[in-house]
């Protein structure tokens, strides 16, 4: 039977979580302080132990809401994506998702449990009392060659990606520590909500944040599309770690879409990311217009289990709350 004990980070537990095959950024130091420092919260680690042995480590973060102790793995708005666990490949993920109940509800006690793991499969949250959504995401297979990368986007997003090309639209990489980046990634989001009449989830601070913290170990690659005047006109930002990059923002002005900066940023990316051995890059979401870059599909629950019903209540109050104040300040700023 598994259990979850609560351990401190350390040098030697950061090296050790570093051998596990299904490692992703979301689960390292750095990006850990990312979250942190934009949440408010603490992160929480442990190690599962099967009879004292160690199978695996657990990752979260806790923080407060309405006076409650949250613990989320993660939770939705943290602009990070799957967190959950580490595991030896032997160790079913259902019995750790089991483990983590008890862990999460009575020794750390938390109201509510958030967790989106990039390994779990709806059939793994059977009879423990979660609650979920499907939270499917789209991802690229990199092992192919460039050639046939290409070949299998959609005929008008290669026709996007060449006008591009011939647009004078050029592609440049920017460093973390780049002065105007952040700015420039920003102005570019407001505009994107816009288009919706909205305002962006998250303040400039957010990416100040994630540049300071996931920059220097060299895991993001920052691109920006410049038109043949030399202008910015588009900008993404990719993280990566062990075999994957990927999606975790991109923007570009409405009036320089013609152009078409951001299929050309993608392919950028695409072909960065497999000349150094990135086997895969993952969109972190599923949105239909992501199908045109010739992705796949993978199903990622993300569930989620109250104390109470009035929690549960509580929560999702919060969610619907997030989004009218969103379209309020949107309103507020035309």
Sequence with gaps: MLRLRRVEPTAALWAERETYDDRLIFHT??????????????????????????????????????????????????????????????????????ALMPFAFD????????????????????????????????????????????????????????????????????????????SDFYD??????????LVPTYPIDRVRSLLSHAGPPGNLLLLRARDDAGRCIATAILPWHHRTMYFWGGASYRAHQGVRPNEALIWHALRWARSRGITEFDFVGGNSYKAKYGTVEVPVPWARRSRSPLVAGLRDAAKQGFALKQRAKARLTR
């Design 188 to 197: 570019q989001l407001r505009d994107v909500f816009a288009k919706q009449n």
């Design 29 to 98: 130091e750095p990006w850990l302080r990312f979250v942190a420092e934009s949440q408010g919260a603490y992160p929480v680690l442990a190690r599962v132990e099967d009879g004292g042995r160690a199978v695996g480590h657990f990752t979260g973060l806790v923080s407060k809401r309405f006076g409650l102790r949250i613990l989320g793995s993660p939770m939705a708005g943290w602009t990070t994506s799957y967190v959950g666990f580490l595991l030896d490949e032997d160790v079913p993920r259902r019995e750790a998702l089991a």
């Design 107 to 182: 020794e750390l006690g938390c109201a509510h449990l958030e967790v989106r793991d990039r390994r779990l499969a709806p059939a793994d949250l059977d009879g423990l009392g979660l609650r979920w959504d499907a939270a499917p995401t789209a991802v690229i297979s990199l092992t192919p060659s460039e050639d046939d990368l290409f070949a299998a986007m959609a005929s008008a997003c290669r026709r996007n990606i060449r006008k591009a090309e011939k647009s004078g639209v050029v592609i440049e990489e920017a460093s973390y520590d780049d002065p105007t980046f952040a």
